[in-house]
């Protein structure tokens, strides 16, 4: 061989020496490019993961916390409508008691008094059927009569004989009176049994003296010994009506013939409770007022009323 031609052997031989070697040095950088193409997939999954766990999270959260703020805003809701109404109830309840006598559940019977001037705002006669002596008419406070006409009616559905023997007293007209009995009875016995002027409940137009057949059209003790005081007895609370004077009282006798309106609440929360009206502090009694003429159902016989 010649040297020319051994150079060219040679010269191909380093030549595939080299095509090896750079066939080795890029099939390793195929490989660790391909590891490191599998690591980045890897890490973009588990980033990709982390995120979508975060978001999720951070979505419960905020559902968690808008749902809070939605009861929050709620309840704050609630709570002024709940304000606005008490104020509103609370407006309503002031003017329904603006027009109100507030005499009405005063303790008259030798502790308030009552001038010549007072009168109740109106009253009502009670009709003739009702009036034990038709031939002098009795009046009665007007918004009152629809529950005395309602127990004088149910008393005679249920066989009851029972009427008015004496209602509304001008204050002129109590001093009269008493100056009557003081001059019949004297004035020790009369105060025992009749009000000064200007401390009758009568003078209220809401008192009632109530009478039966068979007592001879006298309003005496004997009252409670008949059918009409024993019914009273059981039903008067449910139309308002409690006994002023009952057996013991510091005020006047026993007089079972003589019931005041005081409205269904309070002559209820009496009855249950075994009171009676003079029994309780005024404070408490006038917490009632504002409930006074609630609680009447039916319509009593027809009324004339007088201003």
């Known amino acids: 061989m010649t040297l020319a031609n051994r150079l060219t052997a040679a010269g191909f031989i380093v030549l595939l020496a080299a095509l090896a070697g750079g066939g080795l040095y890029g099939y390793e950088r195929i490989s660790a490019l391909s590891e490191q193409v599998v690591t980045l997939d890897s890490k973009l999954a588990s980033t990709t993961a982390l995120l979508d766990t975060n978001i999720a999270e951070t979505n419960a959260s905020l559902s968690i916390q808008l749902q809070k703020d939605k009861q929050n805003l709620a309840a704050q809701l609630d709570g002024v409508q709940t304000q606005v109404s008490s104020v509103t109830g609370t407006l309503t309840d002031i003017q329904k008691l603006s027009q109100l006598d507030p005499q009405l ?101 809401t008192a009632v003296d109530l009478i039966t057949t068979g007592m001879g059209g006298e309003l ?66 006038d917490t009632y007022l504002l409930t006074i003429f609630d609680g009447t159902s039916a319509q009593p016989a027809t009324t004339t009323p007088m201003l």
């Open 220 to 285: 005496s003790q004997a009252f409670d010994q008949t059918k009409a005081y024993a019914w009273l007895a059981d039903n008067a609370y449910r139309y308002g009506f409690e006994l002023s004077y009952p057996r013991g009282n510091a005020y006047y006798v026993y007089e079972p013939w003589h019931w005041r309106f005081v409205g269904v609440a309070l002559a209820t929360y009496l009855h249950d409770n075994g009171l009676h009206f003079y029994d309780l502090d005024q404070r408490v009694i």
């Open 105 to 205: 559940l005063k303790k008259y019977s030798k502790v308030y008094f009552l001038n010549e001037n007072y009168a109740p705002a109106n009253l009502t006669l009670i009709p003739a059927a009702d009036d034990y002596a038709a031939n002098r008419p009795e009046q009665f406070l007007t918004k009152a009569w629809p529950f005395l006409g309602n127990m004088l009616n149910q008393a005679q559905a249920d066989g009851v004989p029972l009427y008015v023997a004496s209602a509304y007293r001008s204050f002129g007209t109590q001093a009269a009176l008493k100056s009557e009995y003081t001059v019949t009875y004297g004035a020790g016995t009369a105060n025992q049994f009749s009000a000064d002027q200007g401390y009758s409940e009568h003078q209220l137009g």
